[in-house]
């Protein structure tokens, strides 16, 4: 019997609804077919945005979409994407399979879609080949709201009102696709870009800094130190990749082993977090800029017969995993993530949709969204679990992992997963502060390797759990192996 314990009297940080952000590159069939089909197509849509995608976006409440980019977004020209379609200038993607981009999908049509989701826009500039000037001309095509020849341009392509614009991500990667720039290099691009990216009306830009990726820590410590007080928040990007980039392994068919691997990898994202925070403090010891992990997820081979350019893959079981302890570590660093974007939402790596044609799967990934979602802006509660070692060999994590929160009505929402696939566990669950006679619980649950698919779309569901046991402090139950569950207490 495991114990856990969760203080809804003891809060701590909130938890930023942006934590629940997501990713939307020009990559494969992400934007094209995924979001955006076009006005003319025979799939159901909105000004070309899919309908049932939307309407299953603004279910999970996506808050913030991150778009062009991605690599992508380091060589994307905003002009070539605004103004009658058939006139717009093609390009070849040369980082996502060299297909060629028409750029039916633009400014316009981004900011369309964050309207329909309801999310704010989170735009990555291009600095690794586009110019200081480029970025601060789109800046003031998007937000100016007096009369300018960019701002009337803008008029002149349909839309009035400048568009409310805040978070800005100044180059992507730069120290690998985005330019392969030494951090030195990149922190003076930075200081020089960001005394461009000027704020009008309404829209005050949050200028966001090129992270690490993964532990280099040193990236960290040095843009930190030379760009720290120009910025409000830096990245960090961080996929759970098992084996090596050259065959990262099937998403669907894994051993026991290559399952716990990746579920490490993934909580490799705590230490990750920690220790680039105690990099920022260093230079920012009261802790005024933010950590935004705008890229994770699992990357696995993609589908055998697709694009191997497009990284479209399945989503298991395994995945949801991955998701729901990588959420579970975000918010337990809600005092100091402030945004992260899971790549990519449709189609891409680990999507929380796939489509095909007209038809559209729910992947487990997204029903962990769906059950985290009360998260968003609540304030993260006091907890702790007690945990047992499992796995094999050198792939060993803890069996559980928690976290919980109270949310503005008062109601306290747990999440609790077990990352063990094939051993349920016993809870013995204390909970301070509030009487359980009003809790309820839903659970997603399956074997590890186990997906929803175009012909058994609902095979992964959450479903209803009620199998507690009351005791004098709280509840007992059992999660069974490889299942995320939320917990509500009102
Ligand atoms: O998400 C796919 C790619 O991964 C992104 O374009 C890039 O930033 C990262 O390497």
Redesign the pocket.
Known sequence: MSKLKINSKKTKSIINRNIYGHFS?H?GRCIYDGLFVGESSFIPNENGMRTDVVQALKSLKIPVLRWP????ADEYHWRDGIGPKQDRKRMVNT?WGGVVEDNSFGTHEFFELCDQLGCEPYININLGSGTVREMSEWIEYMTFDGVSPLSQLRVENGREEPWHLKYLGIG??SW??GGNMRPERYADEFRKYQSFAKSFGHSKLYKIACGAGDDDYNWTDKVMEIAGKHMDAITL?HYTVVGDWGNKGSATKFTSKEYYAAVKEALKMETLISTHAKMMDKHDPKRRIGLIVD?WGAWHNVEPGTNPGF?YQQNTMRDAIVAAATLNIFNAYSDRVVMANV??TVNV?QAVILTEGNKMVLTPTYHVFDLYKYHQDASLAECWVETQEVGEDEARIPNLSVSASIDLNDELHITLANLSHDTASSIDCEILGKNCDSLSARILSGKMSDYNDFDSSNSIVPVDFSDFCRTGMGVEFEIPACSVMLIAVK
Do not use: M, R, S
């Open positions: 590159e990559l980019g991605g690599c992508f980082n992507n990667e690998g696709c990007h890229e990284l790549a990519q790596l």
